[in-house]
Every structure is written in C-alpha cells, then in structure tokens.
C-alpha cells in the first residue's frame, strides 16, 4: 500500500496525541489500516510480527495508569497491538513495522502515540493472544484528533521549541565522533533529518549514524537508565525501548529515502569503527544499491 502524501510530510505531521475525540475510527478507515496491519508483518531483519487493531475499553484506560504518564492518554477509542516473535533483532524490527503502521494512520487522518513499557501479561496481550515465545513490547493509541490536541503536545515538550539533538550530535562521516553536513550527505540530507525528527523513548535519539562511503552504519548510543541490564527494566520486564528507537529511525530513514528514488538494503555487519565508550552499539548498515 502506498502513501497519498509524501512520507516526509507525514514524519512532520505525526505528533504524540494524548487527546482524542470519544468517537469511533471511521469504518472504511478501520478497513484500510486492518489490511495494511495484515500485509506490514515481517520486519527488514527477518522477524515476524502481527498486528491487530482493537477497539478501547475502560480497562485499557486502567491499564495504562499503571503505566504512569501514559495514564495521560485521553478519548483513544483503538490501540494497535503487536505481537513478536524471539530473534535477534526482533525489537528493531518491531519498531520498524510499528512505525510504518503509525505514519500509515497518520496518513489517514488519524493520531496516534508510541506506549512502551510491560504489556506482554496485560489486557492488551490478552487481545491478540501471544503464543508461547511471542512478547508484547509496545502498543500504540490510535483515535480522531481532539480540538488542539497538537497545541498541547507542543506546550507539553516546551513551548513548541525543537529539543531534538542537532546533525552534529547524530550523523558523521567515515567514524563516530566526525560531523557531517546536509551538503556532505548529499541526496541523504532528507532521509537523516527525518530520521532526526522521528519519536524515541523520553526523546533521548539515541541512534547514531556513519557514513562510509556508499553505505550509512546505526549505532545505538545507550542512555543510562535503559535496557534491559539495568534494574528497573528487569524489575518491569520492560521492553529494551532504545532497540525499538532504532527501528523507528531504520523505517524514517528508508522509508525516505525509498521516496527519494534512492535504493539499497538492510545488512548486519559490523564496519569495525573504533567506539568512544562501552555505551554505544552497532545494530545494522543501510548498504547502497548503484544502478
């Protein structure tokens, strides 16, 4: 299925909607976004993923006050609900589908905000059923837009001011620590800064990516206080969020370049560079395709 837009119109269009209209999702736009979830389930590492749409009930709303901030979602009348299969790189993949389903909605009018946190004993697993190795990492809410719902998102992150890092802080050429400019990344220059413009657990970008010469290498630059070594995700048995960042930023990033006519494929294999501490990760390299 294709976009009636262009991809990066809806990156800039998609917000963090925590206020809905307590009506139902359109039938031909529950139509749509059903067959979309049933043909988006394979990830570009290779991980099976299925999706369901469901409707909302009162003890989702319980559920997520357990969850805090998320308890803030107000009116959702759906929420997409994923289930995902082990694997290697099965959160970045999960990440990735979850993501194009988010932009696809988005393209249909609809809000939507990324949940993550411990959902696989939740009401929202027991909706779609996880057989036995499938986990629940994340969910996303999915309504109509209430009056001014985006205002308050931008109030909420301050005042509408852009906290995202900037290019030198993301993007280098040849290693990690060497900036590159939207002139230097050429016909990528899109791709990377709707990368940049992608949502991410509290916000933190955590991926980081090198140029060397035809192909882009992500690494995942850990925050402290995630993942799943530390305490409280263990605790929690929360989903390693930044993993899932990275496949947020994997989908932005080809989904854009796709647009831009640019060609290439997912690969796993480490370039070697040399890393300026023990918090920063490889995870995957978009390799060019030259005609």
Not at 78 to 83: E, L, P, R, T
């Amino acid at each position: 299925m294709t976009f009636r837009t262009t991809v990066s119109d809806l990156v800039k269009r998609r917000f963090s909607c925590r206020t809905y209209l307590k009506i139902p999702i359109e039938g031909d736009q529950q139509h749509l976004l059903s067959e979309f979830l049933a043909s988006n389930q394979t990830g570009p590492l290779g991980t099976s993923a299925r999706f369901a749409l469901i409707a909302a009930t009162d003890q989702d709303c319980k559920s997520l006050k357990g969850l805090g901030t998320y308890g803030t979602i107000r009116g959702a009348t759906g929420f997409i609900v994923g289930a995902l299969e082990q694997g290697s790189k099965n959160l970045e993949d999960y990440g990735y589908l979850m993501e194009h389903a988010i932009l696809f909605a988005t393209d249909l009018g609809l809000g939507t905000c990324w949940l993550g946190g411990s959902f696989s004993k939740s009401n929202f697993a027991k909706k779609i059923a996880p057989a036995r190795g499938e986990s629940v990492p994340a969910v996303t809410a999915i309504g109509c837009i209430a009056s001014g719902a985006r205002s308050k998102d931008l109030i909420r992150k301050g005042a509408g001011s852009d906290h995202r890092l900037p290019w030198t802080r993301l993007f280098f050429e040849e290693r990690l620590g060497k900036p590159i400019t939207p002139e230097q990344a050429g016909a990528y220059a899109e791709s990377l800064e709707m990368l940049r413009l992608a949502p991410s657990a509290s916000n933190k970008q955590p991926w980081r990516i090198v140029r060397n010469g035809g192909n882009w290498h992500f690494y995942l630059q850990r925050t402290k206080g995630y993942g799943k070594d530390t305490m409280l995700f263990r605790l929690l048995r929360l989903a390693d969020l930044q993993r899932i960042d990275m496949g947020i930023a994997m989908c932005h990033f080809e989904l854009v370049a796709r647009q831009c006519g640019l060609k290439g494929c997912w690969e796993v294999d480490d370039p070697g560079f040399e890393k300026p501490g023990e918090s920063i990760e490889y995870t995957v390299s978009w390799v060019s395709a030259v005609d």
